[in-house]
């Protein structure tokens, strides 16, 4: 079949579908493994997967649009989702969600102009012990500050900087 | 990384091989790793829940059922195949321990899994984290190769002339998920709605087949209990309520993380002593015992051993082990809203007590907390959750009603302070709760 | 399964094992409110209205999904168990619109029934609800999504139950929404099943949406004028200007033949009926070739007169009939008997979609199958056709039997066609391969036997202990004599003949053939028809249709009367053929047919008019009057009038006003008081006593009974609307497997009907929105 996705992740996905008792169970990780690589969930992608695991497009965006983390528009190169849940919220998740709106200059669920950024308030993330924290797709920044998330911002700006020039 | 927290008071089982590399399989074998397993494998199903029952092991994900008991539900006999799911899928605000636990002892995990599988002689097992714990999937993965390298996973483990199999997977963002028949949904590709039970896992679960679902927790504590002994492991607690249990201390506190205590620990030690007590010399206000579901205590009753049994009898929950500590600053109106706000948005929609009722309270709490509300609003807030209670599908519905009505009948006063078009009177909402810096 | 004894609200229960509680209480009469339990689709426990007590419960359980259990102690009302339905109602009313007075549900919405019922008066909610514009999701299909209290049932009904699968969920929460396969509209059957198991105004349909109130309509259950399945379909209908409308079609009463379903045509193609160019006016050719306006008497004077003097002087056989497959069983027994005993002809026929006088001769008394058997079937043979398209209320039983009571289905088919993904077992065969494969059923030596699919097929079949043999028009003369051969050598066999219109069956059955009297009785055989009707027949055959047309092109048909039927598009005639032929057209719109008549009437349609049908099952059908439009007459009547003006003897034809003829209890006229009054001045006029009328239908009924003793059902539950299976006494006749082939299967599809599809204009939306939509050239 000829395919949207890598070589790798097709492999992946051809592997992925014999892995369990039925097709369907590859659904969820499918969709995950297909947006990290496309960006988002497409109707290309999505009519791709329907038919890899053998539901209809319309039961396979049902699912979509169940899950939080699966998305069917573009976000930034970097979603920066703050957790705002009770134990962030105690230790100022608000205050650094306000920070990175100023910062980034977007709203809640903005993305930059230049696409490198997008933000979203997330329910808890489960850290939180070390709140208050966020994650940049998906790497966790914890015990946050305004200062400290201004670093962490910087970093990825510069990471992307750095592959631009490359 | 997520670090464990130490304090002379814990005790650490499950905890045993944090921080000492055990992600690695070869370190992992140098601590007695895979050594329950080999137990198990010569007590056979039945001693593998004899000695189970004999722990008191209760389920670490919420509900405290006992784990011995809940293996000997699943039938002997079974036309469809037998799978073990590890719920992996924590998400209840103010819980971070699997996690720990996926990063510094994978292997603990997979350990379970197998005598879990042995117990009912299931031949497959899942391992299901939730999507934002991507990073914890790859470690796993790696896990799960290394075990079959070995011969612990795959065909004839051990030597022994069984078969069983692990695959791992991540959700994709969705606190429902976590209910396990709902989890069952998602492992088969669907959204995650849960199933009308009767029947239970233990009898029709994953693809048909019986089911043993537990926390990535309780699961990892599995292969201790074997290692030290299920009377050894037993004596740790409380009566009824075995061992250990990794509680996550958060908010308002000193020294917020993730320890391992045993039950029945005293909540103001725990406050205190453990976690150094609250920052800036405040007052205590309440504590949300065990997770953002547990009705909150006040400040007068947190000197409670921190177990299923008494916490149940203070009208609250041990839950999902996430002690939060709000301080006398805090809001309890914005608290309650930002619970109700989480429900709101995880509800999964089936039912309409749930879909409605926290839609609805999450207005009315909004309202509430920015001024706007009237009286009867009040009453109204705790008519909703007390017609949720206890008739939702699920108990997502519960969940979101038993602490609105402890946050209404406990510190009923500060809601009345938002009436009459006064707003929150701490002016805080969107100020630091906390001066971090 | 044994029965449980169970106590509910005080009362001791008696029923069986595994029954759900919900439905243990509806069979006793206890009524347990449900917006999300629907009998036969999957259970939701979603909308948690149906809440009861049980004793040794801590919570409320719901009755849709507890089974009873032994000695089991509840409650279905209490102050309790209001106060959670109470409870329930007011978090929907929460985020409800409110519109009702607006909405097409108002006045039969169950959302409405339980807030009255509850009395969630007092309304709580006082945060700004979510407004949403309403969609249209297909021609028919509208979507008004605040007013959608998630009850699944329409997601159920169109996937388990129809097996579409064209809504879903989507999003979670409060967010939650029913969602159509194609992103903003629908790809679908447009059964429009969704609609009408919609508990409230959330899927509103096309075609009546924003309409009426629901009691401003008369609703009248009758019987669906499309396929040959004989579905029930209730008709409401509004007075207007020039007769009584039809406004909308549905199945609200559930009590016919056809259960919960429904589909296209029957729910929404009544709307020819309410067409501007319907014919109202006779027509007669005038000498400038112009077909112009005309009294009745004038036209009815014109054709009487020119038909007898072309029977006079040419003789009857110089005239042809052509009769219907939508007209009643009175109006197609009439038409035979005006044709046999007044013209003087055994010219007659019609259109012929199966082969039914051979499958009459094959059954000989073997026992045929009624729509009803199907589903309580525990196997079924279905051979040819495609039910999905021609017969979707059988293919709707049949998806139903295979679904609740794993019914097992096998398919031999020339075609993929859609209920194979109900089949236990299927067999692809050549188009041509029908009867080779009955051959190797049967044990004998045929092409098919070496492969490996058509032997587990045949090895499963023949196990089976009770089948319904199903067979469509691939079917005919001798393959259906071998058919009902092999299927005779099974135990517990019950056979059922594919054909395609209303009342094709019944066409066939009441003799519109030109060699067969009614119930198939052979011309040799016309004694007891003859004594009846007091005439000499004909006794050679007559012409059949493509005859009767070769006849017209040379010259040899003087005159022709076709009733309901367009045979020139049907056939592609040649319009020049009939240049010779005095043309007399009964028909609602002026066809291809009509446009070259010299007469023409305007005439009624199934739903303006009362008799009875007979399906392609042999379930004979009460239909009953509902609509009315001012200036047209049933084609009885019109026959009765023709027959009048070539002065025949009225009684003769009609046994009205005679001793043991029973009435019909007014079921003929209908509503309309004033059709009473025209009959009885027609009467006056001719010097009869006004009281039966010939124009009653029901005057021929006792006949038919009397004369066609497989119709000799139960008079007083047919006029009670109850479906009755025609007797196992249709005629043998000899010739009926070596008889010329003139079936001519329609090849309908869901969305069209013959000629009178062409005339609905929802058909005809649904079929242009299906059309691929064009894309700019690249
Ligand atoms: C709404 C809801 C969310 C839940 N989330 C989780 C979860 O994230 N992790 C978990 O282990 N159990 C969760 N549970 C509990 C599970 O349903 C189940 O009881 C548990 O996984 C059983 O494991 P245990 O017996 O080991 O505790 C949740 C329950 C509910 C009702
Ligand atoms: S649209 Fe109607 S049938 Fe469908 S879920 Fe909503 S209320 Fe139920
Ligand atoms: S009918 Fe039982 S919950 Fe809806």
């Known amino acids: 079949m000829t395919t949207l996705f890598s070589p790798a992740l097709a492999a992946r996905f051809d592997k992925l579908v014999t892995l369990y008792p039925i097709k369907r169970s590859a659904l969820v990780p499918m969709l995950l493994y297909a947006q990290d690589e496309v960006g988002y969930l497409s109707d290309p992608v999505i009519a791709e997967i329907a038919e890899r695991v053998g539901v209809t497009e319309l039961e396979v965006r049902n699912v979509i649009s169940y899950y939080s983390l699966l998305r069917t528009k573009p976000a930034g190169k970097y979603h920066v989702q703050v957790c705002t849940n009770i134990s962030c919220m105690l230790r100022g998740g608000n205050e650094i969600l306000d920070h990175c709106k100023k910062k980034l200059g977007i709203p809640n669920k903005g993305t930059t102009a230049d696409g490198l950024f997008s933000l979203e308030e997330v329910e808890c993330i489960g850290a939180c012990s070390w709140a208050p924290a966020a994650q940049v797709n998906y790497d966790f920044h914890e015990n946050l500050t305004p200062e400290s998330i201004d670093k962490v911002l910087g970093e990825y700006r510069a990471k992307a900087e750095k592959g631009a020039a490359k | ?437 | 399964m044994a029965d449980v004894t169970l106590t509910v609200d005080g009362k001791k229960l008696s029923t069986p094992a595994g029954t759900l509680l919900i439905e243990a209480c509806r069979s006793h009469g206890i009524e347990v409110p449900a917006f999300c339990y629907y009998p036969g689709l999957s259970l939701q426990a979603a909308c948690r209205m149906c809440v009861v007590r049980i004793e040794k419960m801590p919570k409320l359980q719901t009755a849709c999904t507890t089974t009873v259990a032994e000695g089991m102690i509840v409650a279905t009302e209490s102050p309790e168990i209001a106060q959670a339905r109470k409870a329930t109602i007011e978090m929907l009313l929460g985020n409800h619109p409110l519109d009702c007075p607006v909405c097409d549900a108002g006045g039969e919405c169950e959302l409405q029934d339980m807030t009255f019922k509850y009395g969630a008066h007092e309304s709580k909610f006082v945060e700004i609800k979510q407004h949403r514009d309403e969609q249209q999701w297909s021609p028919v299909v509208f979507f008004d999504r605040p007013r959608c209290i998630l009850c699944y049932r329409c997601v159920r009904v169109c996937g388990e139950g129809m097996d579409v699968w064209a809504l879903g969920v989507q999003n979670r929460g409060a967010g939650s929404v029913i969602a159509p396969n194609r992103q903003d509209h629908l790809d679908c059957e447009e059964c429009g099943m969704c609609i009408d198991i919609c508990p409230v105004g959330a899927l509103t349909s096309g075609a009546y949406r924003y309409k009426t109130r629901p009691w401003e309509m008369s609703h009248v259950g009758t019987v669906c004028t499309h396929c040959g399945d004989g579905c029930k379909t209730t008709l409401g209908v509004r007075r207007s200007n020039d007769g009584m409308d039809i406004v909308r079609g549905d199945n609200r009463d559930k009590s016919g033949i056809n259960g919960d379903f429904l589909c296209i045509k029957g729910r929404y193609a009544f709307d020819f009926a309410n067409r501007e160019d319907r014919l109202t006016q006779p027509l007669v050719r005038k000498a400038n070739g112009q077909l112009e306006p005309a009294s009745w008497d004038q036209a009815m004077d014109f054709a009487g007169q020119r038909l007898r003097e072309i029977r006079d002087s040419k003789g009857g056989s110089a005239i042809g009939v052509i009769g219907s497959n939508r007209t009643t069983n009175e109006e197609a027994y009439l038409l035979q008997k005006f044709a046999r005993t007044v013209l003087a002809t055994n010219n007659i026929d019609h259109h012929r979609t199966a082969d039914y006088p051979a499958f009459a001769a094959a059954l000989n008394g073997k026992v045929e199958a009624s729509l009803r058997d199907f589903a309580g079937a525990k196997a079924i043979l279905l051979l040819g056709n495609d039910p999905t398209e021609q017969h979707p209320g059988l293919a709707w039983q049949i998806r139903t039997s295979v679904r609740l009571q794993g019914a097992r289905l096998y398919v031999a088919n020339h075609r993929p066609i859609k209920l194979r993904r109900q089949a236990t077992a299927s067999v692809e065969i050549p188009e041509d391969g029908y009867p080779s494969l009955i051959a190797f059923l049967a044990g004998k030596p045929a092409a098919v036997a070496g492969d490996q699919n058509a032997a587990a097929f045949r090895e499963a079949l023949l196990k089976e202990e009770s089948l319904l043999i199903v067979f469509g028009s691939e079917f005919r003369g001798r393959d259906i004599e071998a058919l009902v051969q092999f299927g005779s050598t099974l135990p517990n066999v019950k056979f059922a003949c594919l054909g395609d219109y209303a009342n094709s069956r019944g066409a066939a059955d009441m003799g519109l053939h030109p060699d067969l009297l009614p119930g198939y009785a052979p011309l040799s055989a016309s004694g007891p028809f003859a004594a009846a009707w007091g005439a000499a027949l004909p006794a050679q055959p007559g012409l059949d249709l493509p005859q009767m047309f070769d006849a017209a092109e040379r010259g040899d048909l003087a005159a022709l009367y076709v009733v309901g039927a367009n045979p020139v598009a049907r056939y592609h005639a040649n319009p020049s053929i009939l240049r010779n032929t005095f043309l007399v057209v009964q028909d609602m719109f002026l066809t291809e047919t009509a446009r070259l008549a010299d007469v023409v009437f305007p005439a009624a349609n199934l739903y303006e008019k009362a008799g009875t049908v007979t399906n392609t099952f042999g379930d004979l059908q009460l239909v009953k009057k509902a609509a009315d439009r001012a200036g047209v007459r049933p084609d009885f009547e019109l026959i009765v009038r023709l027959a009048a003006a070539m002065r025949a003897d009225i009684k003769r034809l009609v046994s009205f006003g005679q001793r043991g003829v029973q009435a019909d209890f007014g079921q003929a006229r209908g509503a309309q008081s004033g059709e009473a009054d025209r009959h009885g001045v027609w009467l006056s006029a001719q010097h009869q006593e006004p009281r039966l009328s010939p124009f009653e239908p029901f005057a021929i009924l006792d006949e038919i009974q009397r004369l066609v003793p497989a119709y000799n059902v139960p008079r007083l539950d047919l006029l009670a609307g109850n479906d009755q299976h025609l007797r196992p006494a249709l005629v043998q006749i000899a010739n009926a497997a070596s008889r010329r082939n003139l079936v001519t299967p329609s090849n309908d599809t869901l969305f069209t009907s013959g000629s009178l599809g062409s005339y609905s204009s929802t058909l005809r939306s649904v079929l242009e929105a299906r059309q691929p939509v064009e894309t700019a050239a690249d």
């Open chain 2, 1 to 437: 990384m997520a670090t464990l927290s130490t304090h002379p008071d814990c005790v650490p089982v499950v905890s045993y091989r944090f921080g000492k590399g055990a992600t690695n399989i070869d370190k992992y074998l140098e601590l007695q790793g895979y050594e329950s397993a080999r137990k198990a494998l010569t007590l056979g199903p039945d001693g593998i829940i004899a000695e189970m029952k004999v722990s008191n092991l209760r389920g670490r994900g919420g509900a405290g059922f006992p784990t011995g008991l809940k293996w000997s539900f699943v039938p002997k006999q079974s036309d469809k195949p037998k799978y073990v799911l590890v719920n992996g899928d924590e998400s209840e605000p103010g819980t971070c321990k699997d996690r720990l636990i996926f990063e510094q002892d994978p292997h603990a995990v997979i350990e379970g899994t197998i005598i879990a599988g042995l117990s009912v002689q299931a031949k497959m097992g899942f391992i299901y984290l939730r999507g934002e714990y991507r990073y914890l999937l790859t470690i796993m993965e790696r896990a799960v190769a290394d075990a079959y390298a070995k011969g612990f996973l795959g065909k004839n483990i051990f030597g022994s002339g069984l078969d069983f199999d692990i695959v791992t997977q991540t959700g994709a963002g969705a606190y429902e998920v976590g209910e396990e028949s709902a989890l069952m949904e998602s492992l088969e590709g669907k959204r995650g709605i849960p199933r009308i039970r009767p029947p239970f896992p233990a009898v029709v679960g994953l693809y048909g087949g019986p089911t043993i679902i537990n926390n990535a927790e309780t699961i990892a504590t599995v292969p201790h209990i074997f290692r030290l002994g299920g009377a050894e492991y037993a004596k740790i607690g409380t009566e009824r309520n075995g061992g250990t249990r990794l509680f996550c201390l958060s908010g308002h506190i000193e020294r917020p993380g993730v320890y391992e205590l045993p039950m029945g620990y005293n909540l103001k030690k725990m406050i205190y002593e453990v976690g150094g007590g609250i920052p800036g010399g405040k007052k205590l206000k309440a504590v949300v015992p065990g997770g953002a579901s547990t009705p909150a205590l006040t400040a007068d009753e947190i000197d409670i051993g921190m177990d299923f049994d008494q916490l149940g009898k203070a009208g609250s929950m041990l839950g999902s082990g996430g002690v939060v500590v709000l301080d006398e600053t805090t809001c309890m109106v914005e608290f309650a809203l930002r619970t109700m706000k989480f429900y709101a948005h995880e509800s999964c929609g089936w039912c309409i007590p749930c879909r409605e009722g926290t839609d609805w309270l999450k207005k009315s709490l909004t309202r509430l907390h920015e001024g706007g509300a009237v009286d009867k609003d009040i009453d109204n807030i705790r008519y909703l959750a007390e017609n949720m209670l206890g008739r939702t599908f699920c108990p997502l519905g519960d969940a979101a009603a038993m602490p609105t009505i402890a946050f209404v009948k406990k510190w009923r006063k500060e809601f009345e302070d938002h009436l009459e078009g006064k707003g929150c009177p701490y002016h805080r909402s969107h100020e630091p709760a906390l001066a971090l810096v």
